[in-house]
């Protein structure tokens, strides 16, 4: 064994071991959480929404979630209840409009106490020959796993669109 291949394969397993552990350390600090959507609210006129923006609401309570997303009366189907013993809901509401986008969660995830949810935001090109005279208040709602968060970060369509800290009650 010529002395160029011993210095190579003892330099090279350090290395091998340190970038192994970077790489471990990494996947470590970023927790994807399960979520699932819940269905059958609508939003309470007095919520306090952004005015031409997305808004976001992160619950942790029933009784404030209670204040902002009141359940849709509908004979058919019964709202999903959150779970607030073992989860928190987090809510996002656009701007009124009279087409709706398509809304859809692509992933929410924890990293370093901050909380990140991505959706994918799709625009309606469906073509009417009459427009539409009402308007609907696009909305997702997801119940996550009870988390302990600093700020949450709202990112549509890859691009970061709010921040919301937590405040201290």
Known sequence: MSFFAF????????????????????TLAQVTLKYRVLNGYFLSSEAPVNKGKPTLFVFEQADTFADVFKPATTMSRRPDMPNF??????????PATNKPP????????VQDSVMTVRYIRI??????????SFTSQPMLLVAIPA????????IEN???VLTLKKRND
């Open 7 to 26: 210095f190579q394969r003892r330099l090279c397993t350090p290395f091998v071991a340190a970038a192994c552990l970077l790489i471990s350390l990494v």
């Open 85 to 94: 013993n073992k989860e928190m809901v987090v809510g996002i509401t656009l």
């Open 102 to 109: 398509k809304l859809s969660i692509s992933r929410v995830f």
């Open 123 to 132: 625009a309606d090109t469906t073509l009417t020959k009459t427009p539409q």
């Open 147 to 154: 988390q302990v968060v600093l700020s949450t970060r709202l």
């Open 158 to 160: 890859g691009k970061v």
